[in-house]
Nanobody, 117 residues
Framework: QVHLVESGGGLVQAGGTLGLSCVAS????????MGWYRQAPGNRRELVAT???????NYADSVKGRFTISRDNAKNTVYLQMNSLKPEDTAVYYC???????????WGQGTQVTVSS
């Protein structure tokens, strides 16, 4: 099992910045990819950004150039730096970890990000 605990988030004005962190515990050696997803009210959960153990990253088109995902393997922590935030970035942000074997997904409890216009 892998347990994910997120921190960060909150309320910010449009154009502002926020940072999210997610610490993994448990069977962390089983994790390859970590990432962030978000879900706005009435919408499906969508990918924001992912990063694999080797450092390769993937971003949703809507956040490219504004968000940066990074990872500290020694601390089992993944970060999301969000710049130039827009009201449409408002959502609950979920940390995700995917196991190497079986592609099992683990999820954090979610943290609210609200961007006011």
């Amino acid at each position: 099992q892998v347990h994910l605990v997120e921190s960060g988030g909150g309320l910010v004005q449009a154009g502002g910045t926020l940072g999210l962190s997610c610490v993994a515990s448990g069977i962390t050696f089983s994790i390859n990819a970590m990432g962030w997803y978000r879900q706005a009210p009435g919408n499906r959960r969508e990918l924001v950004a992912t990063i694999i153990r080797g450092g390769n990253t993937n971003y949703a088109d809507s956040v490219k150039g504004r968000f940066t995902i990074s990872r500290d393997n020694a601390k089992n922590t993944v970060y999301l730096q969000m710049n130039s935030l827009k009201p449409e970035d408002t959502a609950v942000y979920y940390c995700n970890a995917r196991a190497i074997v079986g592609n099992v997904d683990y999820w954090g409890q979610g943290t609210q990000v609200t961007v006011s216009s």
